[in-house]
Structure formats: structure tokens, C-alpha cells
């Protein structure tokens, strides 16, 4: 009887443990891809998602210059790519810068009289830019010298990722963590950085923020950033969808159970599943066929890779509510729009109204619309 037992409990043990392997291969490896088949639905009656482009690597950004080009960062080929769009097909994708390390964010960046004249791109531990002389199309392009704007920065659990044009001419950059959780050595660590374009002089804007992969402007609210809590702490926290306050912090590293908004620090306007990765983010433009108002936004739920039970691999639907009884006047309600997915990780509206997303571990390119 006692044998019997025992072996009950190695194969018990062994069981747990395959479960927790197959759960911690998931974000590195893609293993569950292999292992589980996806089966992407779209939710409400009127939306339509369909495949229309392949062969991007590890897409980790989106970025639409303009009607007819799409910039997207591949990871895998660490390079940034250019499609072509017309009649709503896309050409098959082209390098258009090479020998990056790990991009995560690329920007074109306007100065003041609105003419484009430089390229930025994120990567691991520092940000780079080129002068670009004038035209409408990558195709068009001849590159300038290679510009190191901001460099060593701290590497670690997580990385540099989005850039956004800020206010005054200035960029906005989401640096991660190097830690699940910990004191940050490098004050650029965790942070949203306000950058100037030239110089490289920045300014921390927010603090403790753990893992912000992406924002957007939202039209008389703000700026709007998503960031992934802290793991190995159960079903705590939520991932996070915060609003940008100047100089605020984000309470990482010392929220907890107990104190889950840590004195001194802003709560967030809305929360999603623990461990889910809420990443991508964008505002819905006003000529969207998709449902939701001026203060909507859509994000890509990446999905857990440590959790026994996956979550997350979703589209959701963010819609931003004035509610005074909120310490920065807003709230949110979310809903999901697409689920099942593998990977899905940039996403961007287009300047008509549909909206792209990319699976991360398929490098596939979805557009959804009413």
C-alpha cells in the first residue's frame, strides 16, 4: 500500500510539473503553440478579423507612416521592415534598416513645422536615429548616419520599448525593469522618459512603472499607458491601464496584496487579469467601424506564460468613463473582441479606421473591422 502511495504521488508530482514547464515555455519558446491548436474568434456580431500578411519575423511594433506604408520591428531578423499598402492588400515585407539589437519601437518623428526628417528606433539599452531626407515613401529614403540619441542604459528581465511623439517636440520612450522585483540601480530603468530628439536630454516623466510596452494620446484625457505587474505573486496584481500624470509614481516595487496602491503613488484608471500582459494599445479614430467612442481604446492581451492555466491571447476593447469619484477623474469598462489568439502583441489603428494587430510567435498580420 505504501509503494502504491508513493507512486501515486511521483506521478501526481510529475504530472504538476509537465503542466508547470509547458507554462513557463509559453512567452519564451512559443510552446504552446505546438502543443495547443488556436482558434481565434471574434466575440460581437459585425466585426471581421482576416489574415493579410506573413513572413514578419517576431513582430514587436506597428507603426503606419502614412496611408500607404507600414513600419513593423522584427526581433527575429532584428531589423525593421517596410509593407506597402494599396487597395488593402499589403506587399510582401522589405528590410529597411538591418543590425539592430532587439527592436521593440520605431518612430518617425514630425518637428514643428510637421515635415518628417527623422527615424527613431528602440532597442535593447538605447535608442538610435537616423536623418532621413525628404519623401513620402521608404522607397524613396536615403539614410543619414547612425545616431546614438540615449546608450546604456541597464538591461535585464525587460527592455526598452515604445516611442511616442510627445509635446514640445519632444519624444516620449518606455524603458522596463531589469527585475521582477527589486530597487532599480539605473534611474532610467522602469520609467517613462521624456527625450529630446537631438541632444538626448530627457527627463523621468513616471516612476515605478514595471513593464510599459505601449500608449497613446487620447483626444481631451491624456496619455495612456499600459504595464504588467509584478509575477510569482498568485493572482496579484492586475495588469495595469494608466494615465499619465508628470512626475507621478506607479507604486512598483512596493505594491502588494496588502497595499496594492502604495502611499504617494496614482492608481491605475483600469485593470485586467493578473499575469495576462496586457501590451499593445491604441485609440480608436473617429472614422472606425469598430464600436466604441472618443475615449475608446483597443489592446492586444499578449497571454501568461507562467500561469498553470493560460489567460490573456485576446483584442480587448478599452472605454475610458469620466468618473469623479476617481482620484484622476476617469475609470474604465473592458470587453473582450477577439479571443483565442496565439501571440498578439503591436497593434495600430490605420489611418482609415481598421485596425492591425500581430502575432508575435507567427509573425502574421491581422486587421479587424466592422
Known amino acids: 500500500m505504501g509503494d502504491q502511495i508513493r507512486i501515486k504521488r511521483v506521478t501526481i508530482i510529475v504530472a504538476i510539473s509537465m503542466i508547470v514547464i509547458l507554462s513557463l515555455g509559453y512567452l519564451r519558446f512559443g510552446i504552446y503553440s505546438g502543443f495547443f491548436e488556436q ?17 514578419l519575423g517576431n513582430p514587436t511594433c506597428l507603426t503606419w507612416i502614412s496611408s500607404d506604408w507600414l513600419l513593423v520591428c522584427d526581433t527575429e531578423s532584428d531589423s525593421i521592415l517596410s509593407l506597402q499598402y494599396s487597395d488593402g492588400n499589403l506587399s510582401e515585407p522589405n528590410t529597411l534598416i538591418s543590425n539592430l539589437d532587439n527592436p521593440h519601437g520605431v518612430l518617425l518623428w514630425q518637428n514643428s513645422n510637421k515635415s518628417i526628417n527623422r527615424i527613431f528606433v ?3 539599452g538605447k535608442l538610435e536615429a537616423w536623418n532621413i531626407s525628404d519623401g513620402t515613401s521608404p522607397s524613396d529614403w536615403t539614410f543619414g548616419e547612425r545616431t546614438s540619441i540615449i546608450e546604456g542604459v541597464a538591461k535585464g528581465n525587460h527592455q526598452q520599448n515604445a516611442i511616442i511623439q510627445g509635446p514640445n517636440n519632444t519624444i516620449y520612450w518606455h524603458s522596463g525593469s531589469t527585475c521582477n522585483m527589486c530597487d532599480e540601480l539605473d534611474n532610467r530603468s522602469a520609467t517613462i522618459m521624456e527625450v529630446d530628439p537631438y541632444s538626448g536630454d530627457y527627463n523621468v516623466i513616471a516612476t515605478g512603472v514595471r513593464n510599459s510596452f505601449d500608449g497613446a494620446w487620447v483626444p481631451n484625457v491624456g496619455y495612456v499607458f499600459t504595464d504588467n505587474g509584478h509575477d510569482w505573486s498568485g493572482d496579484f496584481p492586475p495588469e495595469e491601464i494608466n494615465l499619465l500624470q508628470i512626475g507621478g509614481n506607479y ?39 469598430l464600436p466604441g467612442g ?58 482609415n479606421g481598421d485596425l492591425y494587430f500581430a502575432e508575435y510567435s507567427h509573425g502574421t498580420l491581422y486587421r479587424i473591422h466592422g
Not at 504617494?264 to 473617429?286: F, K, Q
Not at 492586444?300 to 469619484?325: A, M, Y
Open 39 to 55: 482558434n481565434p474568434s471574434v466575440t460581437e456580431d459585425g466585426i471581421y478579423m482576416e489574415e493579410v500578411a506573413s513572413g
Open 122 to 124: 528602440s532597442q535593447a
Open 251 to 289: 507604486g512598483w516595487p512596493d505594491i502588494s496584496e496588502d497595499v496594492p496602491v502604495p502611499e504617494g503613488s496614482i492608481p491605475p484608471i483600469g485593470t485586467y487579469v493578473a499575469h495576462s500582459s496586457v501590451n499593445g494599445i491604441d485609440v480608436r479614430p473617429s472614422n472606425s467601424t
Open 294 to 351: 472618443n475615449c475608446t481604446l483597443y489592446a492586444t492581451v499578449f497571454g501568461s506564460w507562467n500561469t498553470i492555466i493560460p489567460v490573456g491571447k485576446q483584442i480587448i476593447r478599452i472605454d475610458l468613463i469620466e468618473d469623479p469619484s476617481q482620484p484622476q477623474g476617469w475609470s474604465s469598462e473592458i470587453s473582450v473582441i477577439v479571443e483565442e489568439l496565439s501571440s498578439p502583441l503591436p497593434i495600430k489603428f490605420h489611418p
